[in-house]
Nanobody
Framework: QVQLVESGGGSVQAGGSLRLSCVAS????????IVWFRQAPGNEREGVAS???????TYADSVKGRFTISRDNARNTVTLQMDSLTPDDTAMYYC????????????????????WGQGTQVTVSS
């Protein structure tokens, strides 16, 4: 049974930073693609960043240069460092995973991922 547990959300003022973590268990972690998605009220779920098994990363244009995704394979953990936050970053953030090789891992499309965490709320005030 694949399990993903997010943590690290909270409230911050614009310009601030937050660090989200996703701890994974129940599968061969190293072969999985891990992705962060977010969903604001009334909006579709949006892919934010992905980390492939080989460390290759992909970012949505809206977060490039501000967010950094990284994997710690020894701890089965993926983190999302979010800097220069704006109110537009306010959303529920979800960690998702599935078995996709490097190129496919860069396609940030929610229906392609079978395994999801419960989400962690990020609120950025102006």
């Amino acid at each position: 049974q694949v399990q993903l547990v997010e943590s690290g959300g909270g409230s911050v003022q614009a310009g601030g930073s937050l660090r989200l973590s996703c701890v994974a268990s129940g599968y061969t972690y190293l072969s999985f693609c891990i992705v962060w998605f977010r969903q604001a009220p009334g909006n579709e779920r949006e892919g934010v960043a992905s980390a492939a098994y080989d460390g290759t990363t992909t970012y949505a244009d809206s977060v490039k240069g501000r967010f950094t995704i990284s994997r710690d394979n020894a701890r089965n953990t993926v983190t999302l460092q979010m800097d220069s936050l704006t109110p537009d970053d306010t959303a529920m953030y979800y960690c998702a995973a599935d078995h996709h090789w490097t190129e496919a891992c860069g396609v940030l499309d929610a229906p392609r991922f079978r395994y999801w965490g419960q989400g962690t709320q990020v609120t950025v005030s102006s």
